[in-house]
């Protein structure tokens, strides 16, 4: 795994030092708040409705909460709702990860084709976006912005490219750019130009757009984590049929 030496950790930090001068506009703040103050009843809701799942399919905490990397590379705890088995084993996603970085693929979620340690109804509750409703409070707290790149892992992060970091010079977002261009049909690197896309146009009006278009980007990808389910179902029955097959022998 790709990890920077002395002088690349000295370049990031003179990077974000120079860029921390740049202070994130007053009408994000004023947006975020105003649109989490008007929807509360909807998402305390159900939020509630959320947790009362999660403690009823699965034992433990209806919290996950993991470090992420947020604006100029400062650390901060994001919070999920939990979806998967408490002490899952997190290395299968690490190498997912670094599969989908260093390939040209698209990037394909990897609980879309199944996932054992998935809790009952986990997958659902990721398709829509449902367990990241907490992360509300990390927008409140000023950790993160309704709008913005995903917040990364710190393993991430340290294997992005110089340029690629220029995505953390914003606050991360719960939607943004990305996710309403694709998402899971793009790769990692469309991915990153779509964040810095955003990080050097960011305005009210990107917002909005942006905000409106989330919905409809989620029943997208809805639609596209079903069918390619159905299609890897009925090749791995076909599979098992050529498999049995030729065991069989014809009848006289």
């Not at 199944?114 to 409140?140: A, T």
């Not at 896309?197 to 960011?202: I, R, S, W």
């Not at 029955?237 to 097959?245: K, P, Q």
Request: glycine share 6%.
């Amino acid at each position: 795994m790709f990890s920077p030496n002395q002088s690349d950790r000295a370049g990031i930090e003179d990077h974000f030092n120079r860029a921390s001068q740049w202070r994130e506009p007053s009408w994000k703040r004023f947006l975020d708040c105003t649109l989490i103050v008007v929807a509360a009843p909807v998402w305390l809701l159900l939020g509630a409705l959320v947790a009362s799942w999660v403690k009823l399919v699965s034992p433990g905490p209806a919290l996950f909460r993991q470090e992420r990397i947020g604006r100029m590379g400062e650390r901060f705890l994001c919070l999920k709702f939990r979806t998967m088995t408490v002490n899952a084993d997190i290395r299968v996603h690490r190498e997912h990860l670094i599969n989908l970085m260093t390939s040209n693929r698209p990037m394909n979620k990897l609980d879309a084709a199944g996932d054992s340690r998935l809790i009952p109804g986990g997958l659902w509750l990721r398709m829509l976006g449902l367990d990241e409703l907490p992360q509300v409070l990390n927008v409140l707290r000023g950790e993160m912005s309704l709008v913005g790149p995903r917040p990364c892992t710190a393993y991430e992060f340290e294997m992005y490219q110089a340029w690629q970091r220029r995505r953390c010079e914003t606050l991360p977002g719960l939607t943004g750019l990305w996710q309403v261009n694709g998402k899971n049909r793009t790769t990692f690197e469309k991915m990153m130009e779509l964040d810095i896309a955003y990080v050097e146009n960011k305005s009210i009006f990107l917002d909005a757009k942006i905000l409106a278009a989330t919905l409809p980007a989620i029943v997208l990808q809805v639609r596209d984590i079903r069918a390619r389910r159905r299609t890897e179902s009925k090749a791995g029955s076909v599979e098992i049929i050529e498999r049995v097959l030729p065991r069989i022998s014809p009848r006289e």
